[in-house]
């Protein structure tokens, strides 16, 4: 299942034309999804810092690898040159 999934997301990115800008958000994402992947504590330090529900909310989301780089991508995507999904002009 997992190799179909990859095999299934090269291939979206294959159709993508990788300029500067494509490359250092694929690569900040990756960056921060291993991170979170690699070094589980970063969650709980999170919550523990915020503290309240906040603070939970923004544990339970940056515990996984995948929602962070997900965040990652949405917010490297908006604050880009013209690019925004969430002020559309």
């Known amino acids: ?3 179909t999934v990859a095999v299934a997301g090269i291939k979206i990115l294959s159709t993508v034309n990788m300029n500067r800008r494509n490359m250092l958000i694929l690569a900040v994402s990756f ?3 291993l991170g979170v992947l690699l070094v589980p504590q ?8 915020i503290g309240g529900t906040f603070g ?6 940056f515990s996984s690898a995948i929602t962070t780089g997900g965040i990652t991508v949405l917010i490297m995507i908006d604050s ?8 559309p002009a």
């Open 1 to 3: 299942m997992f190799g």
């Open 31 to 33: 960056g921060m999804g």
């Open 42 to 49: 970063f969650a709980g330090a999170l919550a523990t810092n």
């Open 56 to 61: 939970k909310l923004m544990g339970s989301i």
């Open 80 to 87: 880009g040159s013209g690019h925004h999904l969430f002020h």
